[in-house]
């Protein structure tokens, strides 16, 4: 197997609490965890978890929005995490992100065309204006939108328009991985399933690989090649898409699936619900992160020692004492 | 794929909703109005009068309003108090503006940085800001005038650098908010220059409490050179401003009191209608307050 287009490792990223000028005691929040995974080139890595484990964070620790605080990223070859400014000015034309919300994600004060020719400008792509001008209609024609509308605000454009505006504005420098951060989220069910397509398409088109950040599995699904499920900052579970959801190892991980509905009248499913609240990532529980909500853990061992993540077959990595 | 057309084809420039906000407060109309008469006064005032604002009538000394054709009167010398009030406007306005360019230019690159970078950048800006405001600014300009030569720039300066901290404190805040925004970071993630972010990207964004803020200057700074100019430390004769034609006024108050009124209603009038316009434009510009 050839070397993946993105190698992370033992990724950590703690944030210290502000408890007040004067006080000593340092506390931190974990939120990204030793979180290791690989995103082959073209490939699309789901993550999934609720809100709040650490998905996003991961994310823009990659990209370097957030300095991580210890771990390895490498990237095509790179490691992303010792760059000096100018490699970092180089990665950025090879790793972009299109963000959950399209209504903030787009300056309110620019054109459409102006904020996808930006990054060409900076990047010195496009001979000219009249070559960038070109290049921008037809990326906007790509995503699905009109020439026409590169003169036009964000505000004039619907959810699902303005995500299209993201995409092309991510395309526009030609990368090689992008991290959708809940990119589809925030739309409606059917517009979220035309943006997903036309992601879709693009991989096909551009050979573009993927980490693509959801908390919902079902949206997951159909987009990723493979999935990690994450909890509390750790990923508990990575496999291959079809594998986690045909035979799920971790007990979180299946609680997530049982939770999809399924659209099919007299179908009835026995639910794994979880009871309790995600606990506080600054005093996360000891050991494994999830015993205090797990339905089969078994003390002590549960509450005292980290499980590490093992395989349990093929491409199947899963963190729990009690499987694998 | 086919192209989705657009959900509601509207007119290209978002202000339109902001001027028809600002259209429906009358007195920020009114303002619009007094400011634009006053200016155009001032302007041209000056060419249409009989009188000179120099010239020297002494057979026609504290001839009250209405007297000939000194249709606000004259003063102790027998100048014509019309010319002399539209002179002292072109003064005063032109002191006003530009300390008030000069103010919100100051604070707002000093509220840009100061936001955008924060920890100990933004800190030590922020209280830089602070030790400014906790002088008391009429007593800085004083000292500052009585120390410089008081010519109008010197002036001008001195009042942009006792205005610029209400400005730098509505930017600071204004883009601590805007930088969490997800364009900045996408703005971040294509590579842009920090300058280019916090000044191209994120005080556009900024604009309209900037404005805002910048209309209220300018009502101060023709305040604080009022203030300046009636104590004696601001402009001075001959060259006329509302401020040292109330300091020759004082005393005549009981003998001659339009020497007074006629500035200080200037000034007063001025000063009203530029908060006026201030009001309307934070309700036309501020989204967030009332109803569209």
Known sequence: MTAPLLSVRDLTKTFPTRSGMFSRNKLAV?????????????QTLGVVGESGCGKSTTGRCILRLIEPSGGS???????????????????????QIIFQDPFASLNPRMTVGAIVAEAMTIHGLGADAADRRARVATLLARVGLKPEHMGRYPHEFSGGQRQRIGIARALAVEPKLIVCDEAVSALDVSVQAQVLNLLKDLQDELGLAYMFIAHDLSVVENVSDRIAVMYLGRVVEIADAADLYARPQHPYTEALLSAIPIPEPGRRKTRRKLEGEMPNPITPPGGCHFHTRCPIRKLPLCATERPEMKPCSAGHMVACHLRG | MSTIPLSEPRSRWW?????????????????????????????????????????IDLRARFAPP??????????????????????????????????????????????????????WVGASLMRMVDAFLAFPSIFLVLALAALLKPSPTMITIIIALTSWMEVARIVEAEVRSLREREFVQAGRMLGLSRSHIMFREILPNAMGPIIVAATLTVAR??????????????IQPP??????????????????PWLAIVPGITITMAVTSFNFIGDGLRDALDVRSGPG
């Open chain 2, 66 to 119: 209405m007297t000939g054709q000194h249709y606000l009167g004259t003063d102790p010398l027998g100048r014509d108090i019309a010319a002399r009030l539209l002179m002292a406007g072109r003064t005063s306005l032109l002191v006003g503006v530009c300390a008030m360019v000069l103010s919100t230019l100051l604070g707002a690159f000093v509220g840009v940085v100061a936001g955008y970078r924060g920890g």
């Open chain 2, 239 to 256: 060259l006329p401003s509302w401020g040292n034609m109330l300091n020759g006024a004082q005393q005549y108050l009981a003998s001659a």
């Open chain 2, 221 to 234: 700074a023709i305040l604080l050179e009022a203030y300046v100019s009636f104590l004696g430390y601001g």
């Open chain 2, 15 to 55: 202000h339109s909703r902001a001027v028809r906000r600002f259209a429906r407060h009358r007195l920020a109309l009114i303002g619009v109005v007094m400011i634009t008469a006053l200016t155009l006064a001032c302007v041209a005032g000056p060419w249409l009068l009989p009188y000179d604002q120099l010239y």
């Open chain 1, 73 to 95: 990223v490498v990237f095509d070859g790179k490691d992303v995490l010792a760059l000096d400014a100018k490699g970092q000015q180089a990665l950025r034309r090879d790793m």
């Open chain 1, 30 to 42: 974990h939120a990204v965890d030793g979180v290791s995974f690989d995103i082959g080139q073209g």
